[in-house]
């Protein structure tokens, strides 16, 4: 069972400095509505929280995250910012920093999807939902949530794309959750914490490595139009640059990206 001082005691100093609270629940709606409440009431950067289960997991376009108890990570975390300007990019640089822990502990075959999913051999291990709050003072809030599969059961009802989980891509590498959880907070946190003035421009290229759409023939979604191309990365902004069959490529802020593995 999740155990925050468990998921302490694995913490580093860096990482214990900016991290203010961490609360771990049995059960809870949505990690990331919980710190969104907070963060009205003023709770400050570093807030943390996971839980055993969510009743109301989020992902992404309102999407449910499906949340069974005792089985996956669920967590989020909340970092306040000078300015909204200044979150351009962050879920790449999480997500470079998710497949960072990922690959420090043997588990190589992960790589990001485009924007901010975790995919193995074209499955879905994983996802990063920032939520944003601009205040009116001109600073931001953004409360970070990472859903990552643990040990998720096959053929679970409400999940329609592939997906997959750390004990399948990695069989024979041991994990437990509160380690996991923490190799992810030292990592994550001084991301979070250094990113207004490293910006995306530190990740691009580490991102780049672990992306595992350059290449492939996808569909894009965008609202009700559908664009079909071939991935040619991301450009400086984190944008995704598609090449049409006219040979013109075209970047996007947003979208839904579908592929064949």
């Known amino acids: ?3 925050s001082s468990k998921i302490n005691s694995h913490l580093t100093e860096t990482a214990q ?10 059960c809870i709606d949505s990690t990331n509505s919980y710190l969104m409440a907070r963060a ?19 992902g992404r376009r309102g999407r449910q995250w499906i949340s069974p108890q005792g089985q996956n990570i669920y967590g989020s975390f909340l970092w306040r910012f000078s300015s909204v300007a200044g979150l351009g990019g962050l879920s790449l640089a999480i997500g470079v920093g998710v497949i960072r822990v990922l690959r420090k502990h043997g588990i190589g075959n992960v790589g990001l999807k485009w924007p901010n999913d ?29 859903g990552l599969n643990f040990n998720l059961p096959p053929n679970l009802d409400g999940i329609t794309q592939a997906y997959t989980n750390l004990c399948e891509v990695a069989p024979d590498v041991v994990l437990e959750r509160n380690f996991v959880i923490a190799q992810l907070l030292n990592e994550l946190l001084p991301i979070a914490s250094t990113f207004e003035a490293q ?33 040619q990365g991301i450009d400086e902004n984190g944008l995704l640059k598609l090449q049409r069959d006219d040979g013109t490529i075209q970047t996007f802020a947003s979208g839904e990206v579908s592929f064949s593995a």
Not at 17 to 26: K, N, Q, S
Not at 127 to 139: K, N, P, R
């Open 1 to 3: 069972m999740l155990n």
């Open 17 to 26: 400095r900016v991290c203010f609270a961490l609360d771990v629940f049995p």
């Open 40 to 58: 009205q009431v003023d709770a400050p950067s570093g807030s943390v929280c996971f839980a055993e289960e969510q009743t109301a997991g989020k």
């Open 118 to 146: 975790i995919y193995s051999d074209g499955k879905k291990l994983g996802g990063i939902l920032i939520e944003v709050t601009s205040h009116t003072d001109g600073s931001a809030s953004a409360v970070i949530g990472l």
């Open 199 to 231: 910006t995306l421009a530190a990740y691009l290229d580490e991102w780049r490595d672990y992306d595992c759409l350059f290449g492939k023939q996808v569909n894009l979604f965008v609202g009700s139009q559908q664009i079909s191309g071939i991935v």
